[in-house]
Antibody, heavy 119, light 107 residues
Framework: EVQLVQSGAEVKKPGESLKIFCKGAGYSFSNYWIGWVRQMPGKGLEWMGSIYPGDSAISYSPSFQGQVTISADKSINAAFLQWSSLKASDTAVYYC????????????WGHGTQVTVSS | EVLLTQSPGTLSLSPGERATLSCRASRTISASYLSWYQQTPGQPPRLLIYGASTRAAGTPDRFSGSGSGTDFTLTITKLQPEDFAVYYCHQYGTSLTFGGGTKVQIK
């Protein structure tokens, strides 16, 4: 069974750094793109970027380029999303999702990681 | 970047009615790269339709997708209680974007 397991909720202060993870299981992790999606409170889905764990090729949405860093470690079947200096406006749920074989649609999703940034 | 505009923002319908949701792209996109997702409160999105019209595994046949070029539609015939949710379209061509979502609520 394909699963994407995400790290737990985080509460941080503005200016702090953070790295959250998404661990894949039940499939060949290296061979599928993993994407990251932001959902701010009460708002819609925003595409942040994606990574191909096999060769760490990365594509960022222009809106998120320079704001976050996406990485992966295929040896532990994990993808990561990190911030060097959080802002209150980073408060959101962050989902990872797999781009599947079916026309590259997002066929499996993690449960989401709630990130709260507050002083 | 391709912008996706979904309409209406909110659709108020009764169980058993038909829902028609629209997704319009700012420029022509390949139908192969258009998908639809359903999200209920507190849950991650769920893939319903990919390639504009192909139902994903487990998607009931009351859901259907159609369209080409810049105009795409998700239709739900005979709404069931579990269908009241927010629906997003998503395109994954050169750039990747989501539409703003349509909320289907009980009238």
């Amino acid at each position: 069974e394909v699963q994407l397991v995400q790290s737990g909720a985080e509460v941080k202060k503005p200016g702090e750094s953070l790295k959250i993870f998404c661990k894949g299981a039940g499939y060949s992790f290296s061979n599928y793109w993993i994407g990251w999606v932001r959902q701010m409170p009460g708002k819609g889905l925003e595409w942040m970027g994606s990574i191909y764990p096999g060769d760490s090729a990365i594509s960022y949405s222009p809106s998120f380029q320079g704001q976050v860093t996406i990485s992966a470690d295929k040896s532990i079947n994990a993808a990561f999303l990190q911030w060097s200096s959080l802002k209150a406006s980073d408060t959101a749920v962050y989902y990872c999702a797999r781009r599947g074989d079916a026309a590259m649609a997002l066929d499996y999703w993690g449960h989401g990681t709630q990130v709260t940034v507050s002083s | 970047e391709v912008l996706l505009t979904q309409s209406p923002g909110t659709l108020s319908l009764s169980p058993g009615e038909r829902a028609t949701l629209s997704c319009r792209a700012s420029r022509t996109i390949s139908a192969s790269y258009l998908s639809w997702y359903q999200q209920t409160p507190g849950q991650p999105p769920r893939l319903l339709i990919y390639g504009a019209s192909t139902r994903a595994a487990g998607t009931p046949d009351r859901f259907s997708g159609s369209g080409s070029g810049t105009d795409f539609t998700l239709t739900i015939t005979k709404l069931q209680p579990e269908d009241f949710a927010v629906y997003y379209c998503h395109q994954y061509g050169t750039s990747l974007t989501f539409g703003g979502g349509t909320k289907v609520q009980i009238k």
